[in-house]
Nanobody, 127 residues
Framework: EVHLVESGGGLVQPGGSLRLSCAASGFTVNDYWMFWLRQAPGKGFEWVALMNPIGGTIMYPESVLRRFTISRDDANNTVSLQMNSLKPEDTAMYYC????????????????????WGQGTQVTVSS
């Protein structure tokens, strides 16, 4: 049975940092494209990071570029998201997702296209 379990969310002040982790079971993360997405209250999903199985392709949208970093720990079968210089607009539920293919830029914000999906962890950026 496949599971993705996110952790590491919480309340942080603007300018602070958080590190989210996603523990996978039932499949191997380095065989899949791994993604982080978020959903702010009242808004749709927004992808914030992706990594291909080999690890040579990593992408971020402009909204988090140079602030967020995705990484993978093959030994522990986990994927992490280091978030620095956090802003109030980063407040959202953050989800880890996996799929066997990239699927195209236009599909990245579509939850239904992902094969595996976690339960999410809440990040709140507020003073």
């Amino acid at each position: 049975e496949v599971h993705l379990v996110e952790s590491g969310g919480g309340l942080v002040q603007p300018g602070g940092s958080l590190r989210l982790s996603c523990a996978a079971s039932g499949f191997t993360v380095n065989d899949y494209w791994m993604f982080w997405l978020r959903q702010a209250p009242g808004k749709g999903f927004e992808w914030v990071a992706l990594m291909n199985p080999i690890g040579g392709t990593i992408m971020y949208p402009e909204s988090v570029l140079r602030r967020f970093t995705i990484s993978r720990d093959d030994a522990n079968n986990t994927v992490s998201l280091q978030m620095n210089s956090l802003k109030p607009e980063d407040t959202a539920m953050y989800y880890c997702a996996a799929d066997s293919r990239y699927g195209g830029y236009a599909t990245l914000n579509q939850k239904e296209r992902y094969k595996y999906w976690g339960q999410g962890t809440q990040v709140t950026v507020s003073s």
